[in-house]
C-alpha cells in the first residue's frame, strides 16, 4: 500500500509499506477518505516534540473494514465505519476519576494519510461506529475533530441567549460555532479570513468580525456587547497566545473563558492577576476529548447536525498530500479531503 510519512518538518513522502495485518481484537480499515487538519498542518510546519520522525502522518479517516482479528465483536468485513485516532485506558487515576482526556496512557493512532489503516483494540472497543446508510465517509472523518468541540462545549456553561465570543473561525471554531447556536447562544465569530467567517454565518453565527488590521481586537469585540460589558462566554479556537491573552479580556465580569486552542511548547500566558480577581473570571482549559463526547458527536453526525458540505472543500489523491496541507494552511479551505481508489 502507499502511506505518507514525514521525515522532517515540511518533507512528507509517499512511500510504499505491507498492507497491515490485524491483531487480536485489531481491525483493518481500507481508507476511503483522508481530510486534513490544523494539527496536522502545525506537525507538517514544525513538527511534534512528542514525536521523532520518521513517523506515520494524519489521524482523520473513514473507510471500509477489510479485515478483522480474532475477537472482534460487533464488526465485520465490509462495514462502513467511522474512526477515532485515540482512546484512554480505563485504568488509570484520571480516568477513574471522570477525566480520560488526561490518561496517564492515552493510545494515539497515527497514519490515517495511507491507503490502509489499523485500528487497535481499545479503539475498536471504546471510539468506532458503524455508519449509517445516509452518511458520507468525508461527513465520517469528521468525528476526530467535532468530539473535540463537543467536550469544548460541555465544559461551557453555555445558557439560552448568551453571548459567545468564538476567537477562530477554523473547523473547530466553526464546530462550537455550531454546537453553541444549538444551544440557543447569540454567536459572534472572529478570524482574520472573509471566507472562513462566511461558512461561520452559514452556521448560524449571529455576528462576524474580520479582525484583520484591528488595532485592539478587545475592543472591537467589546463594542459589539450591550454596554460595552464583554460577552458572557468567550471560546478560544486558535491555539494563538496573543488571542489566549485577548480572549479573557474579552468576557464580562463573572464570565468564563475556555482555552481550547494548543499552543507552541514553551508558551507562557500573563494573566492581569486583578482582572481575573475583582471581575471574577472562570478560566478552564480543555485538551482533547472523551469516549462519552465521541459517541456524542457520532450521534449529532448521524443527525446532520454537522456534515462534509460545511468544512470539506476540495478534494485531492495521497500524492497530492503536500498541495492540500498548504491549501489548509493558507486559509483559504476548512479543510480538503485526500480520496482512495
Known amino acids: 500500500m502507499q502511506a505518507a510519512v514525514l521525515y522532517d518538518q515540511q518533507d512528507v513522502r509517499i512511500v510504499e509499506r505491507p498492507i497491515p495485518e490485524p ?3 485489531e481491525v483493518v480499515i481500507k481508507n476511503v477518505v483522508s481530510t486534513t487538519c490544523g494539527t496536522d498542518v502545525k506537525i507538517y510546519k514544525r513538527g511534534y516534540p512528542l514525536l521523532k520522525p520518521p513517523h506515520p ?8 473494514i477489510s479485515a478483522t482479528g480474532r475477537g472482534v465483536e460487533g464488526f465485520h468485513e465490509g462495514d462502513r465505519v467511522a474512526v477515532h485516532n485515540s482512546a484512554p485506558c480505563g485504568r488509570c487515576y484520571w480516568c477513574k476519576h471522570g477525566q480520560p482526556s488526561m490518561c496517564e496512557s492515552l493510545l494515539f493512532n497515527r497514519g490515517a494519510y495511507a491507503e490502509y489503516v489499523k485500528a487497535p ?10 455508519m449509517p446508510k445516509g452518511m458520507s465517509h468525508k461527513t465520517a472523518s469528521l468525528l476526530e475533530p467535532f468530539s ?11 445558557g439560552l441567549g448568551d453571548l459567545v465570543v468564538i476567537n477562530g473561525a477554523g473547523p473547530i471554531g466553526l464546530m462550537f460555532t455550531r454546537l453553541a447556536v444549538l444551544r440557543g447562544a447569540q454567536v459572534l465569530v472572529t478570524d482574520l479570513a472573509s471566507g472562513r467567517l462566511e461558512v461561520a454565518k452559514a452556521m ?6 474580520n479582525l484583520s488590521g484591528i488595532a485592539n481586537p478587545v475592543e472591537a469585540v467589546l463594542e459589539c456587547t450591550d454596554g460595552h460589558r464583554g460577552a458572557d462566554v468567550v471560546i478560544e479556537c486558535t491555539g494563538s497566545l496573543a488571542v489566549w491573552e485577548h480572549s479573557l479580556r474579552m ?7 475556555l482555552l481550547f486552542g494548543g499552543t507552541k511548547k514553551g508558551s507562557v500566558l500573563s494573566v492581569d492577576a486583578t482582572l481575573l480577581h475583582y471581575s471574577q473570571l472562570t478560566v478552564k482549559g ?3 476529548t472523551t469516549p462519552f463526547s465521541v459517541s456524542q458527536a457520532f450521534k449529532l453526525l448521524e443527525m446532520g447536525v454537522v ?26 479551505v476548512i479543510k480538503n479531503a485526500i480520496i482512495y481508489d
Request: proline fraction near 1%.
Open 23 to 25: 491483531a487480536e481484537g
Open 57 to 64: 502522518f494524519g489521524h482523520e479517516f473513514s473507510g471500509v
Open 121 to 130: 483494540q481499545r479503539i475498536v472497543q471504546l471510539n468506532m461506529f458503524r
Open 148 to 158: 473535540c468541540a463537543v467536550y469544548g462545549i460541555q465544559n461551557c456553561p453555555v
Open 204 to 209: 448560524g453565527a449571529w455576528r462576524t468580525l
Open 251 to 257: 468576557a464580562r465580569k463573572g464570565g468564563f473563558v
Open 286 to 288: 480543555v485538551f482533547h
Open 307 to 332: 456534515s462534509d458540505k460545511d468544512c470539506v472543500q476540495h478534494e485531492y489523491s495521497l500524492k497530492e498530500l503536500e498541495k492540500a496541507l498548504l491549501e489548509h494552511a493558507s486559509g483559504s
